[in-house]
């Protein structure tokens, strides 16, 4: 398995800000890719996550009192030898503290001796954010070589739309694994997106932070199919496909994450829905055709993810097919079910860009070619299901992406949330492309 964090020694701050409850799924992530994490949280943390639970998620004690937690000091130590500090969610309060250099509790003092990378991941009210004096709290972070992530824009915990959210921990690990496993200056993946930088009056102190963070989705519309169809022979029976819609899910938090406006059209999975977009849920592969159809207008892109069974029933039965009455064994006539998919890449008016995926056994490359030719999609993403560490219902999956031209990028065995941000990026990246 090829876990993208081996052997990385982390030190993962957490602070008093809301989102702490999302540092425990980036804890998660981290330890998942193999990462050696060490949690360090503040007092006020503690009130809104256990610090027991950071220790089962890490393996490692979490000290939050540089006094009583003395035998714990090791993280002192670690901080020497860290391959890199996350602050994450980075509060107001420890912003200022970093800025001014204060060492008055563990995870200052722990930053203030790390000699490593450092990402902050502010998270706060946004005009806590937009506050003259963290605005230039971040700068002066920023210009001693830390590494600031951009806040999200969505519902905030005081119950406004703005930004300040914590990016999701997919997006936070992407940027950690880019950092830790790419010859890219930071520099080089830093990217000020547009449409969500603060309005005119604060812009000019803020585009000074040159703020991290990517939001390639923003302006568009993402329209995605995910998990298996269902079609039903009677009222007890019915066919399908394997499909946990796992992928289909992240893809659509990933999506939203990276500024997109989501629907989500979804077969029958039990998956809770991603924040902030709009789930339909539907049984057969005729219904997932509709909503797909009621869904297009506006949107610039269409992922089908779901694993639509190919084929129905040419009639359901109302009642139960009795065994009695089919002794020497039962025929069902089946006939094709539309290919959504290819319908989305053949449509001749306002044709979004589709891109499909083919989950093949063999000889994968001819037949993800084939498909992306026959279904008019602009890129397929070919993954292997027969490996059990990979593809359906695993967490994890492994993906090649071809264009017309061939080979357009190639994901290794990776979370599916990571895989997924990379690859929502490269496609907006791509209908950007298309669209200047
Ligand atoms: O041809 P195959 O079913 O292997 O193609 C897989 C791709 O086509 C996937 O993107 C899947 O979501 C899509 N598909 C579809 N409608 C179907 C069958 C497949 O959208 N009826």
């Known amino acids: 398995m090829n876990l993208q964090l081996k052997n990385r ?76 500090a996350v602050i994450a969610p980075a509060s107001a309060n420890t912003i200022a503290k970093m800025a001014a250099g204060f060492a008055d509790n563990m995870l200052t003092a722990a930053v203030l001796a790390c000699t490593c990378k450092t990402v902050v991941v502010p998270a706060m009210n946004t005009h806590m954010l937009h506050n003259p004096a963290t605005v230039e709290n971040l700068e002066t972070l920023k210009r001693r070589g830390m590494l600031i992530m951009q806040p999200a824009t969505g519902d905030l915990a005081c119950g406004i739309n703005a930004d300040g959210r914590m990016p999701e921990p997919a997006e936070i690990l992407n940027y950690i694994i880019k950092i830790l496993n790419s010859d890219i200056s930071p520099e080089g993946i830093t990217y000020v997106p547009q449409d969500l930088l603060p309005t005119p009056k604060r812009t000019a102190m803020l585009t000074q932070t040159k703020l991290l963070g990517k939001a390639s989705g923003a302006g568009l519309k993402v329209v995605i199919t995910a998990g298996p169809t269902v079609e039903d022979l009677d009222p007890v029976r019915f066919i399908t496909n394997r499909s946990s819609g796992k992928m289909g899910f992240a893809l659509s938090a990933a999506a939203k994450a990276l500024g997109a406006q989501v629907v989500l059209i979804a077969g029958p999975v039990k998956l809770d829905t991603p924040e902030g977009i709009t789930r339909i849920d539907v049984r057969s592969a005729l219904e997932m055709l509709h909503a797909v159809e009621d869904n297009l207008k506006g949107c610039d892109v269409f992922i089908g993810c779901a694993a639509v069974a190919d084929y129905r029933a040419d009639h359901i039965e109302s009642q139960k097919i009795s065994k ?24 001749e008016n306002n044709r979004p860009f589709t891109v499909g995926f083919a989950a093949e056994t063999q ?49 290794g065995v990776q979370d599916k949330n990571v895989l997924a941000a990379s690859f929502c990026d490269l496609i907006f990246e791509r209908v950007k492309k298309g669209q200047a």
């Open 9 to 84: 020694k982390i030190i993962l701050g957490i602070t008093g800000s809301i989102a702490a409850y999302k540092a425990c799924t980036l804890c998660r992530m981290l330890v998942k890719q193999g990462a050696e994490v060490h949690v360090v949280m503040t007092s006020s943390a503690c009130k809104l996550v256990a610090p027991a639970t950071l220790e089962a998620l890490s393996g490692h004690p979490v000290p939050v009192d540089i006094f009583e937690d003395a035998d714990k000091i090791g993280h002192i130590a670690l901080a020497g030898n860290a391959d890199l």
């Open 324 to 347: 009695r009455d089919h002794r020497d064994g039962l025929t069902i006539k089946l006939v094709r079910n539309p290919d959504i998919v290819a319908t989305v890449g053949k449509l």
């Open 363 to 411: 000889n994968g490359e001819e037949h993800a070619r084939r498909k992306l030719a026959d279904k008019n999609l602009d890129l397929i993403a070919l993954n292997y299901v027969q490996h059990s560490n990979i593809g359906f219902d695993s967490d994890q999956n492994e993906l090649m992406i071809f264009d017309r031209d061939g080979i357009a990028a190639r994901y």
